[in-house]
């Protein structure tokens, strides 16, 4: 099968390309190569698949409408797995429009490929940041998320409404994977696991926000992978009869799940695990709450575990354990 994985040099992509050309299958693998953070990260995720004869590698921007089209039409891609996205919720009250260019204008022009050239299934990324003010624990896909707080969470539900529209006027099957704070190797250096082991080996201070006061449903790269994975294999056909009572589905061939380890992770304890990791204490410097942060997400995986079979167990001592020693032979070699 031929796909197209968008965001192929970036955390989560460079995984599920891998994976794919491990399964066998031809793989178009797509990144603008930004500098959001070190493209040498980037390039470093690409060398790990040059040895994959099934892996071709294409260096383009989401938003540019003609080339994306171009794309599409000669490749004739059978699945798309869209990745690509600016990323990190601080980085959008700094430049806004990063996130319009590439998570709104890169969805449509994802979309309009797939409309046009008979993709079978569209699997995207969307981010537990769009349940935002939500109070309700755990974060149910049933739950309306309408009160996004920041710029990032109000892309990623916009992602899901064009989604919806498509699959609505167009029958494009699409799923929309709400990822859950995702930790391990090759992660990127804007979270904050990166930022506190980076920290703690070089013994200088960590920001701890909200005073530690803050809860994270940490889920492990691989349990993503996983997830990911069995779920582009289900090509969602839509519910006869839907009553519109369940905002996760519809009557068009549209849906939506959480990937969360559905164990929230105090982040006092989540600090632990890396100082544990690394060996070290860290040292700690408290201030308030962050702008455009939750105090907890948490997931409810049971669509996941009643659509696949599966749900994220990995702990966060073993994510931190392999993280860890993945940096230190990263930035050492």
Not at 78 to 91: E, M, N, S, T
Not at 110 to 139: F, Q, T, W
Request: proline share 5%.
């Amino acid at each position: 099968m031929k796909y197209l994985v968008t965001g192929a040099a970036g955390f989560i992509g460079f995984y599920v390309a891998r994976k794919l050309c491990e399964l066998g299958h031809e793989v178009v693998g797509l990144d603008n190569l930004n500098s959001y953070y070190t493209p040498k990260l980037k390039h470093d995720r690409l060398e790990q698949l040059k040895p994959y004869t099934n892996f071709h590698f294409v260096q383009m921007d989401l938003a540019d409408r003609a080339d994306i089209a171009q794309l599409f039409q000669t490749e004739k891609f059978q699945r798309v797995i869209h990745l690509a996205a600016q990323a990190g919720v601080r980085y959008s009250l700094e430049n806004p429009m990063a996130y319009i260019d590439s998570n709104l204008v890169g969805m449509a022009t994802i979309l309009e490929g797939c409309r046009h050239n008979d993709v079978e299934h569209l699997v995207y990324a969307s981010s537990s940041s769009v349940y935002g003010m939500n109070s309700k624990m755990p974060y149910s896909t049933k739950d309306a998320v309408d009160h996004p707080v920041s710029l990032y969470a109000a892309t990623k539900k916009s992602n899901e409404m064009m989604a919806h529209s498509y699959s609505h006027l167009y029958k494009i099957p699409t799923t929309g994977l709400r990822f859950f704070t995702v930790n391990g190797p090759w992660g990127r250096p804007d979270m904050a696991a990166w930022k506190f082991t980076q920290a703690i080996l070089k013994d200088k201070p960590i920001n701890v926000f909200n005073n530690g006061e803050l809860q994270r449903d940490f889920t492990d790269i691989e349990d993503i992978l996983e997830g990911i994975i069995r779920i582009q294999g289900v090509i969602p056909t839509g519910v006869d009869g839907f009553k519109n009572d369940d905002p996760s589905r519809s009557s068009a061939p549209y849906q939506i799940y959480n990937i969360g380890n559905n164990r929230p992770v105090k982040l006092m304890d989540f600090i632990k695990a890396i100082e544990k990791a690394c060996g070290k204490e860290a040292i700690k410097n408290y201030l308030p709450m962050q702008a455009g942060d939750v105090f907890a997400t948490y997931a409810d995986v049971n669509d996941l575990m009643e659509t696949v079979d599966f749900k994220p167990v990995t702990s966060i001592d073993e994510t931190m354990q392999r993280f860890v020693s993945w940096y230190q032979d990263w930035v050492t070699a």
